[in-house]
């Protein structure tokens, strides 16, 4: 069954820490892959996404993915973080079809 | 930016009560999606919606859902009869080919 899993339900950093967020994903064949982000009392925003071509891919905000195939994995990075950076983070796939298929969310919180 | 937009931001209602969820999509997309997230769990695909019919459907998208496109602009959720379990945050989300959705602020339902 396809499916997506992230691993960090909760993440507390410091503000200038690295962050990597884990996504894998179980889909057969083509996969569509985004990170989206919510901050509070906002709506989902796309920060990312990954249709084909070069597995790094660079979003807003100073955020970057990488795909890797043959960890069926789509993980979420960002080098230094900042208290802004507080939000829910989820890994979405979908198979050019219609339904994205959501993980269950990270929740990062940036302490100054 | 164009946005999604959703009314109401919040909706309470008495179990067995009928709700109309309401959405307008941005303005030349063309697909269109429903979402909910229980509190404390994953973002789950309702139904998409092309062409003025349903293209995909959820398990959770049983006979007490339906959806319309009354007009060029609205795109609404209606649960006949609600219960307990459909309390959640709902979100519309539009797209202008199949690839990437961009979703609304939500509306967060609770039935009593």
């Known amino acids: 069954a396809q499916s997506v899993s992230q691993h960090n339900h909760h993440v507390i950093l410091s503000e200038a820490a690295s962050l990597e967020l884990g996504c894998n994903y179980s889909y057969g064949g083509t996969v569509n892959l985004f990170w989206y982000v919510q901050y509070p009392g906002q709506h989902l925003q796309l920060l990312l996404k990954y249709f084909s071509g070069d597995p790094l891919v660079k979003g807003i905000k100073g955020f970057e993915a990488e795909f890797i195939k043959s960890k069926f994995s789509f993980n979420l990075r960002k080098p230094s973080v900042q208290w802004s950076d507080t939000a829910e983070y989820f890994c979405a796939a979908g198979d050019s079809g219609y339904a994205l298929n959501f993980g269950k969310g990270t929740s990062l919180l940036v302490t100054p | 930016e164009p946005e999604v937009t959703q009314t109401p931001s919040h909706q309470v209602t008495q179990m067995g009560q009928e709700v109309i969820l309401r959405c307008v999509p941005i303005s030349n997309h063309l697909y269109f999606y429903w979402y909910r997230q229980i509190l404390g769990q994953k973002v789950e695909f309702l139904v998409s919606?092309?062409?003025?019919?349903?293209?995909?459907k959820s398990e959770i998208f049983d006979d007490q859902f339906s959806v319309e496109r009354p007009d060029g602009s609205n795109f609404t959720l209606k649960i006949r009869s609600t219960k307990l379990e459909d309390s959640a945050m709902y979100f519309c989300a539009s797209s202008e080919t199949q690839e990437t959705q961009y979703f609304g602020p939500g509306t967060r339902l609770l039935v009593l």
């Open positions: 919606f092309y062409n003025n019919e349903i293209s995909e």
